[in-house]
């Protein structure tokens, strides 16, 4: 079988997602495409051989009939392209925020509930990262113990100027919002952030780092260095400090070498190729999910999860209080 996928967004995701799906994944074919400049999908046809209609409105690709499933990509308003999908009885998988607010993720929890079927799935694409599988297989197996405190970093080398201190959150932590939530099978009870002294490489604008403290349901403590002018390259970094042993996140394949009087190991600068591998397991899965009629990935409960933790942690930037998150109890639809 193939899966019949509408692209909504065909910029720098939308455009790798539709490159996957043509020339790298299995039992996918991208057959509508939608972006607010035309000209862009009209490129994407060029450049990838494509035959796909361009259709100049989201809702008419939506309920388009030879389209089977949906990819939200778009930077615009997200939410109401993932509604729309789940009022037509379409799978859709939708970049992360699944929307800009917690209440916004909870608007289409509600309506997928009322559906009856899982339709959605969020682009986190870490708990599809071979790294953080192998930590959570040895966090899970018992080895180390209970996990009892996380020291994470995720680090960027340079940002734009159009990057302000709370998308340190919204657009950086978020991933580990999501992904320690997925390693520890725990949710959050309160966080609280700090700002170490600043970096001069950060714009007059920008509190740069951030650390933030969150506390769990079970009492694990973790604390996440927030770096996105440091500099030296693209870096994620997780150690898990159990009763009994530490595991850390392993580092990204590369070639150790000798020359100048050097020993030294490539760091990656590109989130993009950091996580390529991850990306494609994420979008196959996906595909396998609708065709088998079972959705497994990332959920909506997970972006609203995520949001709300997201919505604390901006809150505590700004008045330098530790801040309660409160999660309303998990739905059994979502079990």
């Known amino acids: 079988m193939t899966l019949n996928i509408g ?25 509508a495409l939608n972006d607010i400049n035309r000209a862009n999908c009209e490129q994407i046809l060029t450049d ?10 989201a809702h008419d690709l ?7 499933a949906v990819l939200v990509t778009s930077m615009g308003p997200m939410k109401q392209f993932v509604l729309a999908a789940i009022k037509a009885g379409k799978a859709v998988f939708c970049e992360k925020p699944l929307a800009v607010t917690a209440q916004g993720c909870m608007n289409i929890v509600e309506a997928e509930i009322a559906s009856g079927k899982k339709r959605v799935q969020v682009g986190f694409m870490r708990p599809y990262d071979s ?45 580990e919002l999501d992904v320690l939530r997925w390693l520890l099978k725990d949710d959050y009870v ?6 170490p002294r600043k970096t001069r490489k950060a714009s007059s604008h920008l509190k740069d780092p951030q650390i933030v ?6 009492g694990v403590r973790i604390d996440v260095e927030i770096f996105v002018n440091c500099a030296y390259g693209y870096d994620i970094q997780c150690e898990v ?11 990204p394949m590369s070639v150790q070498t000798r020359s100048a009087a050097k020993l030294s190991t490539g760091i990656l600068t590109d989130w993009k190729k950091r996580f390529i591998d991850a990306y494609d397991v994420e979008l196959q899965d996906f595909i396998n999910n609708v065709l088998s009629d079972n959705m ?11 949001a709300v933790a997201a919505d604390a942690c901006v809150a505590a930037q700004n008045n330098g209080e530790i801040v309660p998150i409160t999660m309303p109890p998990r739905p059994a639809f979502y079990q």
Not at 7 to 31: D, F, Y
Not at 62 to 68: E, F, R, S
Not at 241 to 251: C, D, K, N, R, Y
């Open 7 to 31: 692209v909504i967004g065909t910029g720098a995701i939308g455009r790798e997602h539709i490159r996957r799906c043509s020339q790298v994944l299995q039992h996918a074919r991208v057959v």
């Open 48 to 57: 990838f051989a494509l035959k796909a209609e361009i259709y100049d409105n």
């Open 62 to 68: 939506i309920n388009a009939p030879d389209v089977q």
């Open 131 to 175: 790294g953080y599988r192998a930590l959570k297989s040895v966090i899970d197996s018992g080895d180390i113990g209970e996990p009892l405190m996380l020291h994470c970093a995720h680090r960027n080398p340079e940002v734009g100027d159009a990057y302000t201190t709370d998308m340190a959150i919204t657009d950086t932590l978020i991933h």
């Open 190 to 195: 309160s966080a609280q952030v700090i700002y």
């Open 213 to 218: 403290l969150l506390e769990t349901a079970k």
């Open 241 to 251: 400090v159990g009763e009994t042993g530490i595991a850390s996140l392993p580092e």
């Open 296 to 306: 497994t990935g990332p959920s909506a409960w997970d972006g609203y999860a995520a």
